[in-house]
């Protein structure tokens, strides 16, 4: 059999493809799990809105050449990459709000918050505010 023809069979029982929201997930909670935990080893604090704010201005500062210092640069390198994770999640949220809807998206924001906490992760550690997203009253 060649792989062209295996690669065209149904996948095996118990090994089911995994759906969009599935893909939407994971993705997300990759993501989350990444700026918590970059979050927690810089003190950069993400609890509210305005602490993403605060944190987004001050990564902003820190868009200048890496310092030479060996462990200056690596923390450099960290607070830039949180930044960047920062923005590309915003802009996936978008994108899923757009592409599957606000219930879909609520949906797979609150599944992605469960699986965070389930590893270990405090409610809000990644700086996404469910109850003050979607429910801002």
Known sequence: M????RSQQAPAVGHALPTEMDRNEAYL??????IARLAISLHVPLASD?????ALHALA?????????????RDHALRAELRGLL???YGAEQRLVEHLGVAATQKLMAD???????????PGADGVNLNHLFDPD
Not at 112 to 122: P, V
């Open 112 to 122: 992605t918050e469960a699986r965070l906490q389930r590893e270990g992760f405090q």
């Open 87 to 89: 923005v590309m999640r």
């Open 61 to 73: 500062q820190d868009v200048v050449p890496a310092p030479a210092d060996g462990s200056l640069r």
């Open 50 to 54: 305005e602490d993403i704010r605060a």
């Open 2 to 5: 060649s792989s062209r023809d």
């Open 29 to 34: 909670a990759e993501i989350n799990s990444r």
